[in-house]
Each structure stands twice: as C-alpha cells, then as structure tokens.
C-alpha cells in the first residue's frame, strides 16, 4: 500500500483549492447568467467554504483524527467539474475536468481515495456523454484522448511525488541513524577519550577513560587531566601547551603513571592534541603490559626507537590505514600486509588496506570456519610457517597473497579486538622470531590508537560546542561564531542585532517545581526561542537559564519585532526578558555584548516579560575590558 501524503501538502492543497474555487465562483458570476450563474457559482460558493474548513481542520488535527479522512475532499474539486457538463451539456467544460484530474495526483493525501475520485470523475464524464446528447459533437473524440491523457498525467504526478516522499523519508532515516551512530562512538570507544578546556581540566571524559583510572565520572569531569598521576609525573598546563607546540606534528605523546585508589599504579600512553583554539584532545591507552615487557627486554631499544618513528608516520599522515601497513611491512620485513576491520551489520571483516589494491574490499565472512575469524574472536596473535598445511587457512587467501608464511595478528583497544592485522610472506619463514612478532605487537598497538583517533575526532569536536541539555549551541561556540558575523557586518555593511535572553524568577521555579523540572522547562525553552527565530539567526544557551541570540542582516526594528515573537512564544506560563543591541559599526563584540546586557537589565528593573534596546552611547571606548557576563538574574 502507497503510504499518504504528509499533512502540511495537503493543508497547503486544500487551502490552494478553496481560494481558486472562490475565484471561480467570482468568474462564474460575472460571466454566466440565468439558472447557470445560480447552480455554478452556488456550487462553487459551497465548495470553496467546505475546502477551507478542510483546510483548518488539517491545521489543527483532533487527537485519533487520521489526515487521510480529509482527502475525502478531493471529491469536491471532481463534482465542480462534472456539474458544468450536466447543467450547461458542453463539451469544452471537459477541459476543467481534465485539469482537476491532473491535480488529483498531488491533492489528495490517501492513494485509494485519489484512485476513487478519479474512477469518479471517468465515470460521471462517461454517464454525462451518454446522457447528454448536447454533448455527442465532433470533438467528442478529441476530447475523449485528452481526458485519458490527464488521467494518465495525474496518475504519473502522483507516482514521482510519492516516490520522492519515500526517497526524502528514507534519506533522514539515514542521517538520523548515523547522526546517533557517531553519538554513540564516543561512549563505546574502548580507548580512553577526554576533552579538556583551557584550563587544563576535563570537560568530558567517556566509560573506557573513567575505568581506565578506575574513577567515577564526576570524580573525573572538572578535574586536572593529570590530577590522579603519579606525582613525579605531572604537567602543568604550560608543560602541555610547551610539548604540543614543540611536536612536529602537533602532538604531544608521554607515559605516565596513573595510580588508582586500590593503590594499583597503572602506565598509560597519553596523546594531547589541540582541537580548536582552547580545546585539547586527550587520548589514554593502558600499556602496563608493553611497559613491563619493554622494561624485560632493554636489549631491543633499537626496535623500539624504530616504532616509535613509525608512529610518527601514522599519526602525522592523512591515511592512517596504509600508513599502518607500509609501517608494519617495513618493520616485519614481509612481503605483504592486510589490514581486516569488522563489519558488525553483515558479520564480516573487510579488508580496509593493504600493500595490493587489488585486496582491498576483499571480505570475510565471520560465520565461516577461517584464521582470520578465529584472531578476531580469540585475540590471540597466530603464526603458521606452512600455511597451505592448516585445514583453518583460507585457500582463496593462500591464492590472492602468495604466501608460504602468515602471521596473524589481533588490534586490541581496551581488551576489545577492533581489527585484524595479516602480515604474509612469500618465502617460508621457520620462525617469525621475536623482532618481527614485537614490531607487530607494538604497531598493532598504534594501529588500536590511529583507529580510535580518526573515528572519535571529528565527534568530540562536535560535542565541544553543544549544549547537552538544550542541544543550542553552547557559550565556547557562541564565542566563537560571534566575532565572524561582526567580521561579516563589517565587510558587507548589514545590521547586526544581538540579544540576551534571561528567564523570570527561573530561580524560584526551580525551588517550586525541582531542578528535573526546571531542566524541561529549558529543553522546551530552547525549541521555542528557535522556532521562533528566522533560520539565519544563531541562538545559544549563554550559560543557567540565559540565552544568546544573534539576528545577521536585521536593523534594530524589524529586530525588536523578531524578538518580540521570541518573548511571546516562552513555554506555558512563565515569562521572560531580553535586551538587544545592533551593533554601530565601530564598537568591539565585548561592548555590544556589554550594551546587550545593558538593556537586559534595564528590562528586568522595569518589570520583566519585556524587550528593551539598548541605548547606543557617544562617549569614547573604555580602555578596560566590560565584565563578563555573570550576573545571576532571577
């Protein structure tokens, strides 16, 4: 079955209808006379009052109401057309008929009703041929290929407006699923992700981070990222800042030790790395295990220097993936090297690099019996010097690389296998020797990290600069778009209005209803203050119950009246104040913001629940910063 039309088409439909039944009534009494003026302009009198109350019952519909009862309308428009045929018996009335019949591919709403009215129309046209002999004229038959033609051309309207329905449906499907995939990366992430602020401490950390320091997480969030290390292992927030800048690529890599409170001290591989101006990206792997191994085997610190150059590579480079593997065939001497990442939707793994295109793409099936399922399940490293001689061993692998020798090789973050790494050789190899098996190991280790780093960047950066309570933009975004769109006003010589928005007695209804509550009243908040603006304005959540706005290309009066909408569509019973300014030209964002806040007060000292401008000084700027904006206003 077809699935309808969505409401606003058809409200938009109907309400189109009544209006042009309306004119037509107009027309038909200025045009006809006698008992045709009566009948036709009555009747289409009649219908455009029908199609309008339609159209205001699509506006608000009753609870258990379904929209596709209102394409019952859709008959309306075909008795307008039938009727001139019956009461004036001609022909050319036809051409009225045919054009309802092409709009009733996109007026009404439910597929069977638009299928019934149409039968309809076709029907009430045939029994008007028959019954008319007015109507039997040489045009007869051009009007009959006509008419099917504009059942044929609503019919065809019809199927490509539904089909691009579907195709819009099924296109926000997908970005809401993926836009609640990249959500959940961040909380699923093995390895240990935080973010920290200009200061140094963490803003948001995720599960994985916490277990890694074996913390509660708000033991952690507002914290210094290396409040729990050991104390000969602490860095300031200029040690920090001095390391990433001295990094040639822009990151700053360490081992600490992170002691937990059962007293068991844990080493920890550190990635800091800026995200934006005030932002650094904190990455912790647990290598307590490769520490103690490194501290047994001194004797390879030519190979460890090796890898750490390699990591280098990996994390510098734009392809992480064929990094990783030319690093990895470069240390282990091999041949050939392949690199399998799950697919969770198909229980697969897919080969994402290797050192022969013609591999990649290539996939594995998880259900099968395979070496490379078995690594991905046991996270168990395996080598087989005759591969060919192991019943487990792929023969189309043994074809598609080559190899006399494999080695397989699991990706662990966080105790979780994420990949598999498949190193060939196509020579034998009696014993793949400690060297080989350690590079591997420890570039497996960096693969975990490149992985992690390349999924989880461009999601933190975005839950940096959003409120998680509202979902508006928070103060460091509203910070940082703020100066663009006064750079912008500048350049192109558009107004610029800023407000401030504060709720009244927010305090009180706080202390009245709970916080949860006082939490729902700023998510309803939120939405409201948006819809209400136009989609060029820029609102944020300022910080409590105060809220920023920013309205590009809007003088000061059409801005007093956007605002006004703003003031008036504030949830349910409360009431809130707002102070604007539209920007002079001259002055810096710190005084408009200032002269902002200003009027805000200005607002709540005359009673709140209103809008106030701000008053636009002459005096000279001051030489001092304004005071930020923390005044608390109930």
């Known amino acids: 079955m077809t699935r309808s039309l969505d409401t606003g088409s058809t409200r938009w439909v109907l309400g189109s209808l009544a209006a042009f039944f309306l004119l037509l009534a107009v027309v038909d009494v200025l045009v006809l006379d006698g008992t045709e003026q009566i009948v036709l302009s009555g009747f289409a009198w009649g219908s455009a009052a029908v199609l309008a109350i339609g159209a205001a019952l699509t506006r608000r519909p009753r609870q258990g109401r379904r929209p596709a009862l209102l394409s019952l309308f859709g008959f309306i428009p075909v008795l307008n057309g039938l009727v001139p045929l019956y009461v004036t018996g001609e022909l050319h009335q036809t051409s009225m ?113 916490c277990r890694l320091l074996a913390r509660e997480q708000d033991e952690v969030v507002g914290a210094d990222v290396f409040a729990h290390a050991h104390p000969d292992d602490r860095f300031d927030l200029d040690e920090i800042t001095r390391r990433i800048g001295a990094a040639t690529d822009g990151v700053a890599r360490m081992e600490v030790r992170f002691c937990r409170p059962d007293d068991d001290t844990r080493w920890v591989w550190i990635t800091l790395s800026r995200t934006g101006a005030d932002l650094i990206l904190v990455q912790m792997q647990d290598v307590t295990a490769r520490y103690q191994a490194e501290r047994a085997t001194r004797d390879s610190e030519r190979l460890l220097t090796a890898v750490a150059g390699v990591a280098r590579r990996i994390r510098t480079g734009e392809d992480a993936r064929t990094n990783i593997v030319n690093a990895v065939r470069e240390l282990a001497g091999s041949d050939g090297v392949m690199l399998m990442e799950p697919v969770s939707a198909t229980e697969e ?75 060939s050789w196509t020579h034998r190899l009696h014993d793949v020797g400690d060297r080989r098996a350690r590079a591997v190991a420890l570039l497996a280790d960096e693969t975990a990290l490149a992985l992690e780093h390349e999924q989880l960047l461009r999601h933190l950066e975005r839950m940096a600069y959003t409120d998680t309570l509202t979902g508006l933009a928070n103060r460091r975004a509203w910070q940082a778009q703020l100066p663009r769109l006064v750079a912008q006003a500048r350049r192109t010589g558009d107004p610029l209005t800023v407000a401030i928005a504060d709720l009244d007695h927010f305090k009180r209804y706080n202390d009245t209803y709970g ?120």
């Open 97 to 209: 008929l045919m054009l309802i019949m092409v709009g009733l591919g996109v007026a009404v709403s439910s597929t069977g009703i638009a299928i019934a009215a149409a039968a309809t129309a076709t029907a009430g046209w045939i029994v008007a041929v028959l019954l008319r002999s007015g109507l039997h004229t040489e045009e007869l038959t051009y009007y009959s290929i006509q008419f099917g033609l504009a059942l044929t051309m609503g019919t065809l309207l019809r199927m490509s407006l539904i089909r691009r329905q579907r195709q819009i449906r099924a296109m926000r499907d997908e970005l809401t699923a993926a836009a609640e995939r990249f959500r959940g990366i961040f909380e699923a992430s093995p390895a240990g992700i935080g973010l920290s602020g200009p200061d140094g401490r963490f803003i948001t950390v995720n599960p994985a981070l």
């Open 515 to 634: 916080h949860p509550a006082g939490d729902e009243l700023l998510r309803l908040t939120a939405a409201a203050f948006t819809e209400a603006l136009r989609d060029s304005d820029l609102i944020a959540r300022w910080g409590g119950e105060e809220f920023a706005m920013a309205l590009p290309d809007c003088p000061a009066p059409d801005a007093a009246q956007v605002l006004d909408r703003v003031r008036a569509a504030t949830p349910g019973a409360e009431t809130c104040s707002i102070g604007y300014a539209t920007w002079d030209g001259q002055e810096t964002v710190e005084q408009l913001l200032s002269r902002a806040d200003d009027a805000l007060y200005q607002a709540k000292e005359g009673g709140r629940n209103a809008v106030q401008e701000a008053v636009l000084t002459l005096s000279s700027p001051p030489t001092t910063p304004p005071p930020p904006l923390t005044r608390l206003i109930s």
């Open 349 to 423: 793994l897919v080969i994402t690099a290797a050192s022969g295109r013609h591999l990649v793409g290539t996939r594995i099936s998880l259900a099968l019996t395979s070496m490379s399922a078995q690594v991905y399940r046991t996270g168990e490293p395996v080598f087989r010097a005759d591969p060919a001689a192991d019943p487990i061993v792929s023969p189309a692998l043994l074809e598609l690389t080559r190899a006399r020798s494999l080695l397989w090789q699991p990706v662990i973050a966080d105790g979780t296998v994420i990949a598999v790494l498949c190193v």
